[in-house]
């Protein structure tokens, strides 16, 4: 069993005992496997330079290293510091930066290289090996031997317009942002009501 800390242990705990108690056992499981699965995760043992890499970058939150394996010279992977699954999982702020690191590492590469291929796969069917975020940027040269194809098919237009449904049906819901506050103002109200006080 990994070690978990006091307070993990004590939220864990707390959290479990708030379940229907047919629902206990398989949901600590759950839990425990999914705790696991990050100690094992080869880009969490990179984050935490336990796993010898060669970096490019490295901010707070995200690390870029070149790839092991390369499918050509340069082939470098970008991935969160934090254990999560897929883009969606990012939040705003790092989605934002994501993009920042992605256009800096592929300016790089094309100095490098006549093309980029930058690719991203989400779940087993795509070759993703490893339950965690990564982005492959691919310095690409004539006659390599990398292959990203795919056969084309008909589709008919009613088809088209099913899917564009289907599709925008599935769109996360945007949580509203809040208002900031108004600080000045916030503090007159405030004297007033402390005025009207007796």
Avoid at 11 to 18: F, K, L, R
Avoid at 76 to 99: A, W
Wanted: with cysteine; aromatic share 6%; hydrophobic share 30%.
């Amino acid at each position: 069993m990994p070690k978990l800390t006091k307070e993990q242990l004590a939220q864990i705990q707390e959290y479990i005992q708030s379940l229907p108690e047919e629902e206990r056992e398989e949901k600590l499981k759950e839990i425990m496997s999914q705790y696991e699965q990050e100690l094992q995760c080869p880009f969490c043992l990179m984050s935490d330079n336990k796993i010898k890499i060669t970096k490019i970058y490295e901010d707070e939150n995200f690390m870029a290293v070149l790839e092991i394996n390369p499918a050509n010279d340069g082939h470098t992977i970008l991935f969160p510091k934090r254990h999560i699954r897929s883009f969606h999982e990012l939040n705003e702020q790092e989605t934002e930066t994501i993009s920042k690191i992605i256009k800096k590492i592929s300016h790089s590469l094309l100095q490098l290289s006549e093309g980029v291929t930058i690719v991203e796969s989400e779940g087993k069917v795509t070759g993703q090996k490893f339950d965690h975020l990564v982005i492959n940027l691919i310095p690409r040269i004539k006659k390599d031997s990398i292959d990203i194809e795919w056969k084309s098919k008909q589709t008919k237009p009613e088809d088209l317009e099913k899917m564009q449904q289907k599709i925008l049906e599935n769109y996360p819901v945007e949580k509203p942002k809040p208002q900031p506050v108004d600080e000045d103002n916030l503090k007159r109200e405030f004297l007033k009501l402390k005025k009207r006080t007796p």
